[in-house]
């Protein structure tokens, strides 16, 4: 499973060593060394997950956290605080601020994978190679492969995300905004009609195996994957 983390941390020798070791399980890491900088790339990147250093310089770890919650295109983004402070109020203060996790320095990097795991599972489900099974459909990430109704079929890379995304948020109108940032990652600089033409393609795949009418357009709002769809 490989992430887009964003790594906010203003010591130059933690945030080394987390960019090796993130680096070395597969995540693609950028790293800001204080909130501004981590707003300027949010302004054009969403990534997967925030690692956000409690102690900044500037604006704090806690206030961004804050900011980025009450901002519809930031809420979503899952966030791991790191600090160094052990006192239990300020752990309560750190999930009020909207934090999905936090993690105590000094940490072993497993113990921060395993925590970044845990969140992508309950986040981005997208993002975790566990293999998903619903309405005769059947897709591994791990291996890219998927079946329906048993037999083996091929996706395009982004109609392989698109129906992973579905898979895992099943039942749900996602608008045209929403599926881009989710499954193209940033919205900013692609058009919403590009879903339309990708859902176009992803319908005709699922035609091959009797699957197209699991993806239900829903008029004037998006569209929306059931599992329970009737034909
Ligand atoms: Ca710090």
């Given at each position: 499973?490989?992430?887009?983390?964003?790594?906010?941390?203003?010591e130059?020798?933690i945030q080394?060593?987390?960019?090796?070791?993130?680096g070395?399980a597969?995540h693609?890491?950028?790293?800001?060394?204080?909130?501004?900088?981590?707003?300027?790339?949010?302004?054009?990147?969403?990534?997967?997950?925030i690692l956000?250093?409690?102690?900044l310089?500037?604006?704090?770890?806690?206030?961004?956290?804050?900011?980025?919650r009450?901002?519809?295109?930031t809420r979503?983004?899952?966030?791991?605080?790191?600090?160094?402070?052990?006192?239990?109020?300020?752990?309560?203060e750190?999930?009020?601020?909207?934090?999905?996790?936090?993690?105590?320095?000094?940490f072993?990097p497993?113990?921060?994978?395993?925590r970044i795991?845990?969140?992508?599972?309950?986040?981005?489900?997208?993002?975790?190679?566990?293999?998903?099974?619903?309405g005769?459909?059947?897709?591994?990430?791990?291996?890219?492969?998927?079946?329906?109704d048993?037999?083996?079929f091929e996706?395009g890379?982004?109609?392989?995300?698109?129906?992973h995304f579905f898979?895992t948020?099943?039942?749900?109108?996602?608008?045209?905004?929403?599926?881009?940032?989710?499954?193209?990652?940033?919205?900013?600089?692609?058009?919403?009609?590009?879903v339309?033409?990708?859902?176009?393609?992803l319908r005709?795949?699922?035609?091959?195996?009797?699957?197209?009418?699991?993806?239900?357009?829903?008029?004037?709002?998006?569209?929306?994957?059931?599992?329970?769809a009737?034909r």
């Open positions: 499973m490989a992430a887009n983390i964003l790594l906010v941390e203003d130059p020798g080394e060593l987390l960019k090796l070791n993130l070395q597969g693609k890491v950028t790293a800001a060394d204080d909130a501004e900088g981590a707003l300027q790339y949010l302004k054009t990147t969403l990534p997967d997950v956000l250093d409690w102690m310089p500037g604006m704090s770890g806690v206030q961004l956290a804050r900011r980025l009450s901002q519809d295109r979503d983004i899952p966030i791991i605080m790191l600090t160094a402070r052990t006192d239990e109020t300020d752990k309560v750190g999930l009020e601020t909207g934090a999905d996790d936090y993690i105590t320095k000094p072993s497993k113990e921060l994978m395993a795991k845990a969140v992508l599972r309950r986040r981005a489900p997208q993002l975790t190679s566990d293999i998903v099974e619903s005769g459909l059947r897709l591994d990430p791990a291996t890219h492969r998927l079946w329906g048993g037999k083996p996706l890379p982004t109609e392989f995300r698109l129906l898979m948020h099943p039942e749900r109108v996602h608008s045209r905004a929403q599926l881009l940032d989710q499954v193209w990652g940033d919205h900013v600089f692609v058009e919403e009609r590009t339309d033409v990708h859902i176009r393609r005709k795949s699922l035609e091959l195996t009797g699957h197209d009418h699991l993806i239900e357009t829903v008029r004037g709002s998006g569209y929306r994957y059931s599992a329970t009737v």
